[in-house]
């Protein structure tokens, strides 16, 4: 699969979130098409951990050019996985929200359900890798490859499936109540 290039991560944000639907997100063994992405721009956005030019060693990384991983925990417990954007200086990033299983599919469901995917139940399939915390449990991403470029032999985006713009959806983002007006913000891509 041939890599994205590093001009592609220094778009605008919402681009990139837009473009990524389709991609193939791989690490290591595993990969996932990319079904669902969120924007989030430090400037404006009150959802964003960067908000109002916060600049902690938590959000230092949302600072870089485009083009590397952000590994994150939330709730003390689950990683999640942004993909930084834009020029230097400039926090902003792209949640990668969610996925389908397209490269070694046991590897991912052993990491979520113990079990080969053959054997997943219904709802299991469904709800694989349909939320941030699960695209970092399924593909067995954590907070060690915070930083890593999106260039990197073993962790990177590579090019998938042409999506037709009529086909990308759009809405508020999820699980964001407390970021006031940011929370009406329809950021959230997906096909």
């Excluded at 964003?48 to 485009?66: D, M, S, V």
């Excluded at 020029?87 to 969610?98: F, P, Q, T």
């Excluded at 090019?159 to 009406?184: F, L, V």
Aim: proline share 2%; aromatic share 12%; with cysteine.
């Amino acid at each position: 699969m041939k890599k994205l290039s590093k001009e592609f991560y220094l778009q605008n944000t919402h681009t990139v979130a837009k473009a990524l639907l389709g991609k193939y997100l791989v690490f290591g063994e595993t990969a996932l098409k990319i079904t669902e992405t969120e924007s989030y721009i430090g400037e404006t956005d009150k959802a964003c951990h960067a908000y109002g030019g916060r600049r902690t060693k938590r959000t230092e990384i949302l600072y870089a050019e485009g083009g590397v991983f952000n590994i994150y925990l939330i709730y003390g417990m689950y990683c999640c996985l942004n993909v930084i954007t834009e020029r230097e200086n400039y926090a902003s990033g792209v949640l990668i929200r969610g996925g389908e299983a397209a490269g070694n599919k046991n590897i991912i469901s052993r990491n979520r359900f113990g079990v080969e995917y053959e054997a997943l139940n219904p709802y299991q399939r469904k709800n694989l890798l349909n939320g941030p915390g699960k695209v970092c449990l399924g593909l067995g991403i954590d907070r060690n490859q915070n930083g890593i470029s999106c260039l990197s032999e073993s962790f990177y985006i590579a090019e998938g499936e042409k999506i037709n713009p009529e086909d990308i959806k759009n809405g508020k983002r999820i699980g964001i109540d407390y970021a006031e007006e940011a929370k009406d913000f329809l950021w959230r891509y997906y096909i």
